[in-house]
């Protein structure tokens, strides 16, 4: 697995990835996300939202089908990015309840209300917080 900047992505990649993928806004992963390459193919993406000074906001975060399997390692490989960018807190708005799951496990905190998002989406689904240290 290999985290790519997505505006340093191969073109023809992307826009393989996009094509099949019509949820995922493009023009704000190429300014400030990630393509998650696997064997050579682009299996996933996300965007790391900076909310205020060392708070951001992991939006956008898909994957395949066939790159399901690889979603734990993917968000401990995101938290290793917040960490490296110095992130104080990370938020993720989640609509699946085995996201939740995982996001629990790998001790993000759920959240009663949203506090630093301000243009967040209103449909259902929970906030969780991640402390990074």
Request: proline residues 3%; negative net charge.
């Amino acid at each position: 697995m290999e985290l790519i900047a997505a505006n340093r992505a191969s073109e023809e990649k992307l826009e393989n990835f996009l094509e099949d993928n019509k949820d995922v806004e493009k023009e704000l992963l190429l300014e400030k996300g990630y393509v998650v390459e696997i064997e050579g193919t682009i299996e996933g993406c996300f965007v790391m939202d900076t909310v205020e000074d060392g708070i951001y906001w992991l939006k956008q975060l898909y994957v395949t089908k066939n790159a399901a399997g690889s979603l734990p390692v993917l968000l401990e490989t995101i938290l290793a990015l917040a960490k490296k960018k110095e992130a104080k807190q990370v938020f993720v708005h989640s609509h699946q309840p085995m996201v939740d799951v995982l996001l629990e496990a790998l001790q993000f905190y759920p959240q009663k209300e949203n506090k630093f998002v301000h243009d967040a989406p209103v449909e259902k689904g929970n906030w969780w917080t991640y402390n990074v240290s």
